[in-house]
């Protein structure tokens, strides 16, 4: 089944302790993106890779790392998670056409505390 | 800069009713535009997608679109809604480079 697989689905954490959220996707897409979601600004866009080795700033990338060693994995790393990064996060593909939709995982709600 | 805008954040309808959700896009070319659903615990999932042709596009569900370039529209209809098209939905734009630019979200509530 094609699917993007996001891990954990829940995480509470604390201030300053380097976190992880791995993504995976096994349709071979060369576009990954992550976004967060917030209640009343919808999703927003932390950062994207359009290949292996190529990634570039969303419109809100600060705090957070990614990397792209591998076609299908895309983490998501925060080297000292705070509090504003409470959020929901998804992680999403695509084959990178512009007329191509995007394939979201099923989310992963972060709390830092 | 694309943006998109969902002027309403929450709408209500009656089962049986009809709905029409609004989508504003700001781009300079025609910009492929997407609507998307977001069932609670879910990710999103693509409901229909436009990018030339006719401009009337049929999508899952029973769902429908209708791109209007004089107005810069896009509006997601359904002339009847079930009980189970409660959700968030939301209104995509894609410039290029795959910068997609989503709208904010329609909150979907539906009563018996």
């Known amino acids: 089944e094609a699917q993007v697989t996001q891990n954990p689905r829940y995480l509470i954490t604390v201030t300053g302790k380097k976190l992880t959220v791995t993504c995976s996707q096994n349709?071979?897409?060369?576009?990954m993106s992550w976004y967060r979601q917030d209640p009343g600004l919808g999703l927003r866009q932390i950062y994207y890779s359009m290949n292996v080795e190529v990634t570039d700033k969303g419109d809100v990338p600060e705090g957070y790392k990614v990397s792209r060693k591998e076609k299908r994995n895309f983490p998501l790393i925060l080297e000292s998670p705070s509090p504003n990064q409470t959020s929901l996060y998804f992680c999403a593909s695509s084959s990178g056409q512009y007329n191509s939709p995007l394939h979201f995982g099923n989310g992963t709600r972060l709390t830092v505390t | 800069a694309q943006s998109v805008t969902q002027p309403d954040i929450h709408i209500t309808v009656s089962e049986g009713a009809s709905l029409e959700l609004r989508c504003n896009y700001s781009?300079?070319?025609?910009?492929?535009l997407f609507w998307y659903v977001q069932s609670p615990g879910q990710g999103l999932q693509l409901l229909l997608k436009y990018f030339s042709g006719d401009t009337l596009v049929q999508g899952i569900k029973g769902f429908e679109a209708e791109f209007k370039r004089s107005q810069s529209s896009f509006n997601l209809r359904k002339p009847s809604v079930h009980w189970s098209d409660a959700a968030e939905y939301f209104c995509a734009s894609s410039g290029g480079y795959q910068k997609v630019t989503f709208g904010t979200g329609t909150k979907l509530q539906v009563i018996p």
């Open positions: 349709m071979n897409h060369e576009y």
């Open positions: 781009y300079g070319a025609t910009p492929y």
